[in-house]
């Protein structure tokens, strides 16, 4: 189950997939600097953009039991 909107914060580690790595699920991991989506929930994960600035859906979220 993917994250949702009340899970993640500015500051939380998570590991997204970007939109060229869709296809590849490759993920990024960093630091939440801003969420973009509006919505609670997203059925392919809440849209947020890193410090680095890097945009991306958040796959999961790091240290957190799956």
Do not use: Y
């Not at 189950?1 to 790595?21: A, F, N």
């Not at 993920?27 to 939440?32: A, D, N, Q, R």
């Amino acid at each position: 189950m993917k994250p949702t909107r009340k899970d993640i914060s500015p500051g939380t580690k998570v590991s997204i997939v970007q939109k060229h790595d869709q296809r590849s699920g490759q993920l990024t991991e960093g630091i939440v600097a801003d969420i973009l989506t509006k919505s609670p929930a997203h059925l392919h994960g809440i849209k947020v953009r890193l410090e680095t600035g890097e945009v991306g859906r958040v796959q999961k979220i790091e240290g957190a039991l799956s």
